[in-house]
């Protein structure tokens, strides 16, 4: 349920882990894109709309009467107006070039970059300054894409923000455009890019359940399909499919209730059978087959202890095998990669205060090495690698900028620089993002995030409270534009890991059930209290804002400590935990029974629920509140929002009201971003009076 806001690193190597979400390359920041076609070919590729049939347009969600007018918006804007040096537009605009790939010969790069505003996928040949695009989308960001050859990409989109993502293919040269699954409200997931059969993937898809994914094989050429094992049971659905090396549809996880089944079988031609059933609290994750594609997979497990570690795990048995491979006494660790040439482990990433790597392999170790001496503190991941394994596509990242791409050729020990992310950022002029720890009431340490503005007195200062989405997701180190944003007016920005946090063990996680509005929200309230304690925050002046679950935290703040904040901001919020447990999309509805178990049974825990609904409260709410929401959203139902501008303007209380109809979870288009954070920045000064005014 956490927005898809942050840029999620991945090192190439880690391909069959065990999944029931659209690949990770495809949930990419919404802040990526950009407006610049210098250098470009003048081609015109087929857009998607071209590709499809323009279907009627549905009636407009919500109550259209409700949002406030562009006329007061404008007025909430003129508030944040000051002589600064960076504009809320350089916080959110859309990066020249990012995402970049190397194509699985190493001879040409890949990336996204803008085309009346959105992103679209560019290819350029390695050693050439020019570069072509091949995609032109103009209603809606591409949400991701990657190569599935050295000749074809491939890439997926949603309508409108409505997360039912299509895939679609082209070729490099920008020719032989296809839909490749042209269906009406399905939502595909990429289960292998079968990276060693040139014109087939295996993908899946709801066709024929909305709320049962199905595994196909698919031909990127022809759009062929052959589906590989159905999912036909609601009352046990397979949740999460995997492949071994030769792409064999070997690993599937199904949910029954509240308990979850790992299933097995050797060769496709035999059924699955099932091999190890737990509780949903805890579990063994496959993450890929040994390289003999045997019966041993290594696996992130927390069976039996507090903490996820790295593992091998007999799928024939059920059992784990020898040692642990890698643990962590703080924070779980989930995550392997491998090099799929020379057949070994080569590194482990784990993230406490900072993100790190544990290496398995000297030769993998010995490049990181040769990169941090060049790029010395940066964060620095390899996000892109050619077959060969000799190339790579080097991202840097840090906490004042969003860093850079290099090129590095292992074979002339060549380190060539490509692009900077964000280079009308000076480092210099951006808040430092410091890694803190506070004491909840009840003796929890809850570890955190404080960034501070570049002012001579960092006492007394305006606070934005910050509550990440999820719930169960974490705040990480790294450049957030929305707290550069506010540090560059003069506010400090505090974001904490409340329990539910994930990363942190299963205990801290469990202690998140059924808490929703009581201990999650007393470890944000801690956290508060700490602030105006260390001196750091004026009691006067402190805002919260989130988005998804940290809209909620928001609206329950304003609910629930009535009196503790000056001004707030819901971002796409949950407001009322009946109609939001009744408005989650579909292929959500397998897991209900674990959400029942998490969050509240509409019926066993209904005095809890609608003690714990701040649209059930809003008699409690005087704080000034500001409510953005995007009209498609399927996570969080636009009815959320509207229920609670309702009753908060039947009584009096001020609620600007900023829909978009075009966005759904967060909003993705840039000149949404740009008006919503200049609401939202006029809307802090308005309530705050900051004392930099630019």
């Keep these: ?145 990657f190569w599935a050859n050295d000749n074809r990409i491939l890439f997926i989109k949603d309508s409108g923000g409505d997360e039912n993502y299509q895939l679609y293919a082209v070729d490099k040269d920008g020719s032989n455009p296809k839909d490749l699954t042209p269906f009406e409200d399905v939502r595909i997931q ?72 790992l299933m097995y079988r050797e060769t496709e031609d035999q059924p699955f059978k099932d091999i190890l059933t737990t509780d949903f609290r805890e579990g063994v994750s496959p993450l890929f087959f040994e390289f003999d594609n045997g019966n041993i997979v290594y696996a992130s497990s927390n069976l039996g202890r507090d903490k996820n570690v790295i593992i091998k795990f007999d799928m024939s048995t059920g059992k784990e095998v020898g040692e642990i491979i890698f643990e962590h006494p703080e924070v779980d660790v989930t995550s392997l990669n491998y090099s799929k040439k020379r057949k070994v482990l080569t590194s482990i990433f784990y993230n406490t205060a900072r993100r790190s790597w544990h290496f398995q392999d000297k030769e993998r170790a010995d490049i990181q090495k040769r990169l941090e001496k060049d790029l010395g503190d940066y964060e620095i991941f390899i996000t892109s690698m050619n077959k060969a394994e000799d190339k ?164 329950a703040g304003v609910a629930f400590t009535p009196d503790l904040y000056t001004c707030a901001v819901d971002y796409v919020g949950v407001s009322n935990l009946f109609t939001f447990m009744k408005t989650i999309p579909p292929y959500w509805k397998p897991y209900l029974e674990m959400m029942y178990e998490m969050v509240g049974d509409p019926e066993a825990d209904s005095i809890a629920m609608t003690a714990a609904s701040p649209a059930l409260h809003t008699d409690k709410i005087t704080t000034p509140l500001f409510v953005i929401q995007g009209a498609n959203d399927p996570r969080v139902n636009i009815d959320e929002s509207d229920q609670i501008v309702k009753s908060l303007r039947s009584r009096g209380v001020e609620v600007p009201y900023l829909v978009k109809y075009n966005e759904g979870h967060g909003f993705h288009n840039e000149e949404n971003r740009f008006e919503s954070y200049k609401a939202m920045v006029g809307f802090f000064a308005k309530h705050l009076k900051p004392d930099l005014q630019g």
């Design 190 to 261: 990429v289960i292998d890019q079968l990276e060693d059969i040139k014109d087939e993937i295996i993908i899946g898809m709801n066709k024929n359940n909305k709320q049962l994914f199905e595994p196909y094989r698919l031909n990127i050429t022809t759009g062929d399909l052959k589906q590989l094992a159905e999912n036909s049971n609601p009352e046990e659905p397979i949740d999460s499919w995997m492949t071994d090396h030769d792409g064999k549809l070997r690993i599937a996880s199904k949910i029954i209730g509240t308990n979850t089944t």
């Design 392 to 555: 790579f596509m080097i991202r840097t990242y840090g906490d004042r900028s969003l860093g850079a791409y290099y090129f590095y050729d292992r074979t002339t020990d060549k380190l060539e620089k490509i692009v900077d992310v964000s280079p009308w950022f000076d480092e210099n002029d951006m808040a430092e993002m410091k890694p803190v720890k506070y004491k909840s009431r009840d003796g929890l340490t809850i570890n955190g995030y404080l960034t501070l503005p570049k002012v001579a007195n960092q006492k007394n200062l305006p606070v934005v409270i910050n509550p990440h989405g999820g719930p169960w997701a974490r705040d990480s180190w790294g450049f957030n534009p929305e707290v550069q944003l506010m540090a560059s007016r003069g506010y400090a920005v505090l974001q904490m890991n409340f329990r539910g946090s994930t990363g942190y063990g299963r205990d801290f996680w469990e202690k998140s059930f059924h808490q929703w509005g009581k201990t999650m929200q007393d470890d944000i309230t801690d956290g508060v209290q700490w602030l105006i304690d260390e001196g750091i925050a004026d009691q006067e002046r402190i805002a919260i804002y989130g988005g998804s679950y940290g809209g909620y935290a928001t609206l």
């Design 1 to 145: 349920m956490a927005l898809s806001d942050f840029l999620i690193k991945k090192e190439p190597g880690k391909k069959k882990n065990l999944t029931n979400f659209v690949t990770i390359l495809f949930l990419c920041s919404f802040f990526f894109s950009c407006n610049n076609e210098k250098n470009m070919e003048n081609n015109e590729p087929t857009t998607v709309s071209e590709m499809t049939d323009e279907n009627q347009k549905p009636e407009i969600p919500g109550d259209p009467s409700l949002p406030t007018s562009a006329d007061e918006l404008l007025e909430l804007i003129e508030e944040s107006k000051g002589d600064f040096k960076y504009s809320v537009e350089d916080f959110f605009r859309n990066p020249e070039k990012s995402r970049y790939q190397l194509s699985p010969d190493g001879t040409h790069f890949s990336f996204m970059g803008p085309y009346e505003r959105r992103q679209n996928v560019f290819i350029q040949k390695i050693g050439e300054d020019k570069a072509m695009r091949i995609t032109s989308e103009t209603d809606r960001d591409i949400a991701g894409y």
